[in-house]
Every structure is written in C-alpha cells, then in structure tokens.
C-alpha cells in the first residue's frame, strides 16, 4: 500500500519562503511529483524527482532523499497568486500516481 | 502541447440516472489514461487506468459496473456514471500519459458532477 503525508495548512507572508514536507511508504517507486491545485481546478504539475537531490526550476525547488522516503517543496518570493493546494504524490512500479492529501498554502500580504 | 480537455465541465442530474464524462488529449496519443476522483477538501483518488482498446483496470472498492470506462481510441476515454446518486457528486479529473514522457500525467480541466 501507499501511505504519503504532508502537512494540512501553512500560512506564509508574501515574500517570504515556505518548505512543504512530504514523507512517505510505497510498494515500488518510480519518482515523485509535486503539483499545484487551485480551487475547482485541475492540478498543474510543478515537479519530478526520480534521483537524490534538489531540483530547481525559478521560485519553486525540489528536493528528494530516496533512502529516507522524504521530499520537500520550497516556494521562494512568494506570491499571492501562490495561495493555492500543493500535492505530493509518488509514482509506483505501474507508474500509478498515489496522492497526498494537500497541504493548503495561504499567502498574506 | 500536452493538453487535455475534458466535457462537459459541469453536469447536474437527477438520482437514478447516466451521466456520460468525455476525456480527450488534444495534440498526442494517450496510451494509458487515469480517472480520480476528488470529494471537497481531500485529494485525489485514483478510480480506474485504461489503456487503448483493452479493458479498464479498476481500483479497490470502486464498482466497475457502476462507473464503465471505455478507451475507444488512442485520444478519447469515457466515463460513465450510471444510475447516479447524491453521494457520487464529486470533481471528476482524468490525465493521460503520451509515449514520450512516460513519466507524467497531464491532467483535464475537471468535471463537477452534482446528483440531486
């Protein structure tokens, strides 16, 4: 089975940077994702890590420890357009996607 | 590139009947597309994957007969709803996976689907 935990809600001032913490179990695992859902929408993908490491693409950045069944997203220079859901999810040896529940990001000015 | 669409975006039906959810991929072919379905405030769940022309393959607790999933072509997959009730409303999201980034799913726009 997959179990994948992320925090439920972070609250963070524009500007500022948030880290979202994924940690999870899987039978099998064939990389992990991080997308970006806004309400009523379909989510957006942000990001793969399939190897160690950290992953940068602009203000969002990926991070990946295989052996230690984590990974995080950092959102720098935050925006308020960033106010939105953010899913972790991990690709299985059928290349399945299970999902996390989202961690809801609320930007303040 | 790499888009998905999905119709209609919004469906209202009466309890008791069919609602058909079209799923297609505009500029590739989908060799394998994916439903979830996503009740208020929780994520995803995958529901069924279905490959081109070969029958779907169904997650665990979720009734094949009541949600049948056809994969006519390598670009369309369909979702049917049959004999709908209040406790089926939910956001319904397909992806499709190409050959190219066998990795990623692009997903649709969602349909909100709401039995009354």
């Known amino acids: 089975g997959q179990n994948i935990d992320q925090p439920t809600e972070m609250t963070a001032t524009e500007g500022a940077i948030v880290q979202i913490n994924c940690t999870y179990q899987?039978?099998?695992?064939?990389?992990l994702f991080w997308y970006q859902q806004h309400a009523g929408e379909a989510p957006t993908f942000l990001s793969y890590?399939?190897?160690?490491g950290l992953e940068e693409k602009g203000r969002f950045s990926s991070f990946l420890s295989r052996s230690k069944g984590y990974s995080y997203l950092l959102l720098k220079e935050l925006q308020m357009k960033d106010s939105a859901s953010y899913l972790c999810?991990?690709?299985?040896?059928?290349?399945?996607?299970?999902f996390g529940a989202g961690t809801t990001v609320t930007v303040r000015a | 590139g790499a888009v998905v669409s999905q119709h209609p975006s919004r469906v209202i039906c009466k309890s008791g009947t069919s609602v058909k959810i079209e799923c297609r991929s505009l500029?590739?072919?989908?060799?394998?597309m994916f439903w979830y379905r996503q009740f208020p405030k929780q994520s995803l769940m995958l529901m069924a994957t279905?490959?081109?022309?070969?029958?779907?393959?169904?997650e665990q607790g979720v009734e094949k007969d009541k949600f049948l999933i056809n994969h006519a072509s390598l670009t369309l997959s369909t979702l049917t709803v049959t004999s709908a009730h209040p406790e089926d409303s939910s956001f319904y999201i397909c992806?499709?996976?190409?050959?190219?980034?066998?990795?990623?799913?692009?997903f649709g726009p969602g349909t909100r689907l709401t039995v009354t």
């Open positions: 992806s499709a996976r190409g050959e190219r980034d066998w990795y990623e799913q692009y």
């Open positions: 899987t039978s099998g695992f064939n990389g």
């Open positions: 890590n399939v190897l160690d």
């Open positions: 999810a991990v690709s299985s040896n059928d290349y399945k996607l299970s």
């Open positions: 500029d590739f072919q989908a060799t394998t």
């Open positions: 279905s490959n081109e022309g070969s029958k779907a393959t169904y």
